[in-house]
């Protein structure tokens, strides 16, 4: 293996670590948002947010991971443009959403 092959499974593997407290971090912002009924700059914050797991999770080759942290983002990005509030049913599929990304690594 040379040194950049190293050096990127070094990375992939520190990024695998790291995921745990992302996640964790994830759905304490999403209780938040739930108990603030979801005020419009911490969405959008939330929204930043998944968007960058989706795009990490790529550069990593964790395909599942960025499958489910696609459709999340595209869920709540629909909220944040149309500026509404989730309802309960779809609180329910955030949560969800955010465990099925826990799961697909």
């Keep these: 293996m040379s040194d950049i092959d190293q050096q990127l499974?070094?990375?992939?593997?520190n990024y695998l670590r790291d995921?745990?407290?992302r996640f964790d971090a994830l759905e304490q912002h999403l209780t938040r948002l739930i108990d603030e009924e979801f005020p419009q700059a911490p969405f959008q914050e939330f929204l930043r947010l998944i968007h960058n797991l989706a795009g990490s999770s790529g550069l990593f080759g964790l395909d599942e991971?960025?499958?489910?942290s696609r459709d999340l983002e595209e869920r709540i990005a629909a909220h944040v443009a149309a500026a509404t509030r989730p309802d309960?049913?779809?609180?329910?599929r955030l949560k969800r959403g955010?465990?099925?990304l826990r799961q697909s690594i």
């Design 9 to 13: 499974q070094q990375l992939r593997e």
């Design 65 to 68: 991971l960025q499958t489910a």
């Design 88 to 92: 309960e049913p779809e609180i329910r």
């Design 19 to 21: 995921l745990t407290p």
């Design 98 to 100: 955010l465990a099925d």
